[in-house]
């Protein structure tokens, strides 16, 4: 039988990312390419405690179907973490509960934009972003970054071009903190800045923050949605970085004509999320887990992404400049030259080390020459050690071309 795929389906492709997932556990390759947490960071013990007692005393709730948006205790439970981390003011009935906040992304472009329309990112930005964009045929206009993540002056100026051309952005996407790929964090008055265009252009700004609660340096910066006229911003947040991602929980916030929206498309998507991980969640953060949980992560990561740096500064000086994030999960690296790193990446892996390239992460063919590094996977050994794999990579690259 001769299948006929639709054309969104056709147009998709592989993660980058996924492809090198699969290559995780093959001997000897050091993997500095994923976004996974440490498993040393996985707070096994109170989790069996916590999985325990909801079958002892939810059972027949947790093993059961459960509502479209989430469990209404669960989300009550999120809206006071949220007022307590984050600042941001939200009823639990402004929550969906989402199956990982990649779930969330596809809904959001599913729900706000058309095919074909256009929407305006990071450039570049998080490639899960780029699948779930990608796969509802929306056209991505990526804004450049510097240290201080979107240039805001670059938002503005693509927005009167793109409306000039009679295409206004359905949203503007943006990951604020510690971005993923960069690790750029964006000053407050940046986002004050974002609010305004998003409120004088009438276009929704969506804040992704997973790695918010990492920070490793530095003061807090407040997320959007808890500033001044920021209560209208579309926010995305996940357990995955500090539970596990392997419960798969993300959750989204929005305005109430919005989530009615997400509810519908979600009960075509999965009817609900998983309800026993929702009651995981819901006494992991009812007994302060939580927040015992993200400081001991912070103390291994900070380790490590100081290993990071400083093996950058004593094997790629010369060859490469970088980010020093203050929190998060990832080094951005460019190559000096015209070096493609896609190209590069066989030799690296015969070589024994993953990264992702920078293309994996473009909205716009560019940033051939760069590569997202992650530091909260490996040891600190592994993570020396596949920079000087890198370094040895790089040279050969050189001689060869």
């Known amino acids: 039988m001769k299948f006929n795929f639709s054309d969104s389906v056709l147009g998709m ?57 989430g469990n209404d205790s669960a989300r009550e439970v999120i809206a006071d973490m949220l007022k307590k981390t984050e600042g941001i003011q939200a009823a639990s009935k402004n929550i969906i509960i989402n199956s990982g906040s990649q779930q969330g992304l596809y809904e959001l472009a599913t729900v706000l934009a058309n095919p074909g329309d256009t929407i305006i990112t990071e450039e570049p930005t998080y490639v899960g972003a780029v699948s779930a964009f990608s796969a509802n045929q929306l056209r991505m206009e990526g804004v450049e970054m510097d240290q201080q993540g979107m240039i805001v002056e670059g938002l503005e100026g693509t927005i009167r071009k793109l409306m000039g051309d009679g295409r206004k952005p359905r949203f503007i996407y943006v990951i604020p903190t510690f971005q993923n790929p960069t690790g750029y964090t964006m000053p407050e008055e940046r986002r004050k800045v974002l609010i305004e265009i998003s409120e004088t252009y009438n276009i929704p700004l969506v804040e992704d923050n997973p790695y918010g609660q990492l920070r490793y340096y530095g003061k807090n910066v407040d997320s959007i949605r808890s500033m001044k006229n920021g209560e209208n911003t579309i926010y995305l947040g996940t357990f995955s970085k500090v539970m596990t991602p392997g419960l798969r929980l993300g959750y989204t916030i929005a305005p109430d004509e919005v989530m009615e929206k997400f509810n519908l498309i979600k009960q075509a998507l999965d009817l609900a999320t998983n309800s026993f991980s929702q009651y995981v969640a819901m006494e992991y953060v009812k007994r302060g887990v939580i927040y015992r949980q993200i400081e001991e992560n912070k103390k291994i990561y900070k380790v490590k992404r100081d290993r990071m740096v400083s093996a950058l500064r004593e094997y790629m000086d010369g060859v490469a400049r970088w980010s020093e994030p203050e929190g998060g999960m990832f080094v951005w690296a460019t190559l000096n030259g015209n070096i493609d790193t896609r190209m590069m990446r066989e030799q690296a892996m015969r070589n024994g080390v993953a990264y992702v390239s920078g293309q994996a992460f473009t909205t716009n063919n560019t940033q051939k020459s760069s590569m997202r590094l992650n530091f909260t996977f490996g040891s600190v050994e592994q993570i020396e050690e596949g920079i000087k794999r890198i370094r040895k990579t790089v040279d050969s690259y050189i001689e060869k071309h």
């Open 13 to 69: 492709k592989p993660s980058e990312i996924r492809e090198l997932n699969k290559m995780a556990s093959t001997p000897g390759l050091i993997s500095l390419g994923g976004g996974m947490p440490s498993p040393e960071t996985f707070p096994k013990k109170d989790l069996e405690d916590i999985m325990n007692y909801v079958m002892e005393n939810y059972a027949d709730l947790a093993l059961q179907y459960g509502n479209t948006l």
